[in-house]
Each structure stands twice: as C-alpha cells, then as structure tokens.
C-alpha cells in the first residue's frame, strides 16, 4: 500500500494533517511516498530572501511546538528517510537521487559520499519512536530494522518547515528485529 501523501505547500511537503500517519497498517507493507518533500534544499525552511547575503535573513516564522501534528509528521519523514536509505536498488546515483531530498545540505554533502552497497538493513520492522524530544527544533526517532534499530536526527527551521534529516546512525551492540 502507498501511503497517501500529498504535498499541500513546498513548506508541508509530505506533512499530514493533524496526527493522521501516512503510513498505516502493517509496516511490511511500508513504502515510500511517490513524491519526496519539495522543499528548499538548504534548510527545508519556505523560500525567503536573502538579508545582507544570507539566505533566510531575518526569517521569523512560527515557532515549533510538539503537537500531535508535528509528532506524526517527525515519524513519517523520518520513516520515509529511511525506507530511502534502505531501498532496494543500491547503485550510487540511483541511491543518491532518492535519497537526497530527505536530508540537509550538510549530511547531503556527506551522504553523496556513502557507499550505499555497505547498508545492511533491507527493511523496517516496526514503527517509528521518538526517543529525544528536548527541542521541537530537534527530534531523534528511532527504527527497528532487520540490521538492529536506526536512529534518525530530523530538524525543522520552524512551525510551517518541512523535517529534514541530519544524521543517520545504525545503534550498535543491539538485537536486529526480524
């Protein structure tokens, strides 16, 4: 089953409405959205010009809270980043191409450089959690795969911005889930 998620604003690309999942039902059945986020590439933050030469200069957008919302939303883009990252075709610019959308600029710039054949997950095996929530700029969530749990760094420039992740960590010394 793909998930229905339809991108409403380039700011809520791939955002739910309220803390509806676009992913339901079993997670085997789990696919990624058949669009990615459609957001800036350098900060997932609304398009905003720049001020003395830095994007997004003087950019005050709403601030973050950690409603039902922007729970649901931070376990479907962290979802759909990894199912991303473990997709099935592992060729470089093929991995790359799909993945890229989900991640900042920076761990872009790293990521380009991955060799996608040394990814050993092959598929999620249970729903997302969030484990670090201190910041509503900053959410952890962490993922069972059949390689043991993955752990997501998503961050958000405000309210109206898209999750982008920052970093993907496979936890070490943990049970894989079959």
């Known amino acids: 089953m793909t998930p ?13 409405a309220g803390p509806t999942s676009a992913y ?16 800036t590439r350098t900060t997932g933050r609304p398009d905003v010009p720049e001020v003395d030469g830095q994007p997004g200069g003087g950019y005050t957008g709403p601030a973050p809270s950690w409603d039902p919302g922007s729970v649901q939303a931070v376990k479907d883009h962290a979802l759909a980043t990894l199912l991303a ?12 191409t799909r993945v890229e959308p989900y991640l900042t600029d920076d761990f872009g710039m790293l990521a380009a450089y991955r060799n996608p054949e040394n990814i050993v997950a092959t598929k999620v095996t249970g729903a997302p ?6 910041s509503a700029y900053v ?12 752990t997501l760094t998503m961050v958000r420039w405000d309210a109206l ?11 070490r010394n ?4 079959p």
């Not at 229905?4 to 739910?16: I, K, W």
């Not at 959690?129 to 201190?134: K, L, N, R, S, W």
């Not at 959410?139 to 993955?150: A, E, L, Q, R, S």
């Open 4 to 16: 229905a998620v339809t991108p409403t604003s380039p700011a809520t690309a791939g955002v739910t």
């Open 24 to 39: 339901s039902g079993s997670y085997e059945n789990w696919t990624l959205p058949p669009d990615p986020p459609s957001v």
């Open 85 to 96: 990252w473990i997709g099935p075709d592992r060729d470089p610019d093929t991995w790359f």
């Open 129 to 134: 959690v969030i484990t670090d929530d201190a």
């Open 139 to 150: 959410g952890k969530v962490t993922i069972p795969t059949d390689d043991g749990p993955y």
């Open 161 to 171: 911005s898209a999750w982008m992740c920052d970093s993907i960590t496979r936890e």
């Open 174 to 177: 943990r049970t894989p889930t």
